[in-house]
């Protein structure tokens, strides 16, 4: 069973950066995709950034490219999301997803294995 435990969210002001960790354990994800997500209050879930855990090739949501960076550290079946140039509007709880896909992909859908989540609250 793939399991995922995210770490590294609080409160920060608009323009600081914040990494956030998602500690992946139970499988082999050499044919998986894993992604970040985010949900504010009202909204639907967003796609934040995804990377293949082979090769990684990595993909970005619109309101983040350019702020935010996703990466993985094989050794620690860690990956990141270095956020920086926080705005409020990236307030919302940032979930950890991975799937078995040979693309990284945007829709939720496509992720069977999910976290809890960590909530990222940047003041403005």
């Known amino acids: 069973q793939v399991h995922l435990v995210e770490s590294g969210g609080g409160l920060v002001q608009a323009g600081d950066s914040l990494r956030l960790s998602c500690a992946v354990s139970?499988?082999?994800?050499?044919?998986?995709?894993l992604a970040w997500f985010r949900q504010a209050p009202g909204k639907d879930r967003e796609f934040v950034a995804g990377?293949?855990?082979?090769?990684?090739?990595?993909l970005y949501g619109v309101s983040v490219k350019g702020r935010f960076t996703i990466s993985r550290d094989n050794a620690k079946n860690t990956v990141y999301l270095q956020m920086n140039s926080l705005k409020f509007e990236d307030t919302a709880v940032y979930s950890c997803?991975?799937?078995?896909?040979?693309?990284?992909?945007?829709?939720?859908?496509?992720?069977?294995?999910w976290g809890q989540g960590t909530q990222v609250t940047v003041s403005s």
């Open positions: 139970g499988g082999t994800f050499r044919n998986y995709a």
């Open positions: 997803a991975a799937g078995r896909s040979i693309l990284v992909i945007s829709f939720s859908s496509g992720y069977e294995y």
């Open positions: 990377i293949r855990w082979s090769g990684g090739s990595t």
